[in-house]
């Protein structure tokens, strides 16, 4: 196999076949070609925005899809913080997949974040325990999102500890945030068999109550009623982001085009 991809990716970056081997952007078993094809170009430039343009076109007709897109946009225009816009785009793709349970939109989004940001904090928090925290406002929507995230799969009968999950604890600047949350977890029992008992009873109402909060207070964890088509797309979607990342950075490309793709990225169509 490593043969094979080497000598198609020789043949493509020789005769120039780079609108075929785009055309296979989707397809995981072509990873190996894309790396190895921006490898060979002494300018990777072009084809770099070649994949871009194919990767914004992959759903620029879905309504449903683009107003993610546009949500992602403006929440970034609703907080501050100190890290790559691109990156923070990213976060909250990240957040609002965890809110959703999309699971492998979840990995993909993570992955983006990480490898876009040039700040490593983000990153931290996304994989293990922070050395140091990130921006309050992103930081108090993450836990947003991963409440959100248990919800769910206490919904599904997927039990873990309730008492970690809920990190609502978390101080936040809007103090009427805050008096809901604090209203709203003061009704969870603290004893662990109690807990499931009170959540197969009021679980549910429960779980409404803190997305309306969400929504209402910070544009988190709105019900996008994706289709399984759609959901699908979304994946390829960040998989074929994070592919077009990685070829920048395993290639030659000018600053200019990389801020070019990166201000761009992860942006709706219109934008």
């Not at 120039?16 to 990873?31: A, D, G, H, V």
């Not at 992959?58 to 890290?83: P, R």
């Not at 928090?125 to 140091?132: A, F, G, K, S």
């Not at 982001?241 to 201000?263: A, D, F, G, H």
Request: hydrophobic share 40%; aromatic share 10%; charged share 30%.
């Amino acid at each position: 196999m490593t043969f094979q991809e080497y000598f198609a990716a020789r043949e493509i970056e020789r005769e120039r076949y780079f609108e075929r081997l785009i055309e296979n952007i989707s397809n995981p078993r072509w990873t190996e070609v894309f790396y190895l094809t921006v490898e060979m170009l002494r300018r990777s430039d072009d084809f770099l925005k070649m994949m871009k343009d194919r990767i914004d076109r992959m759903f620029a007709h879905d309504e449903k899809l683009q107003s993610l897109l546009e949500w992602s946009n403006q929440k970034i225009n609703s907080v501050e913080f100190s890290y790559k816009t691109v990156a923070v785009r990213a976060f909250y793709l990240y957040v609002e997949a965890r809110a959703l349970n999309l699971s492998r939109a979840i990995a993909r989004t993570r992955d983006l974040a990480i490898v876009l940001a040039r700040d490593l904090a983000i990153a931290r928090e996304l994989v293990i325990d922070l050395d140091r925290p990130l921006d309050r406002p992103l930081y108090l929507d993450l836990d947003l999102g991963r409440a959100l995230d248990h919800t769910r799969d206490l919904a599904l009968d997927r039990p873990r500890d309730h008492t970690r999950d809920f990190a609502l604890d978390r101080d936040p600047s809007d103090d009427i945030l805050r008096q809901v949350l604090q209203a709203l977890k003061s009704k969870l029992p603290s004893d662990e068999q109690e807990f499931y008992q009170w959540w197969v009873n009021h679980g549910e109402e429960w779980s409404k109550e803190l997305c309306q909060i969400c929504i209402d207070r910070h544009s988190i964890g709105h019900d996008w009623q994706f289709t399984k088509k759609q959901a699908e797309l979304l994946n390829q979607y960040y998989a074929a982001n994070l592919l077009l990342v990685e070829c920048m950075n395993r290639s030659y490309v000018s600053k200019q085009v990389r801020e070019e793709i990166e201000s761009t990225m992860l942006l709706p169509s219109k934008k």
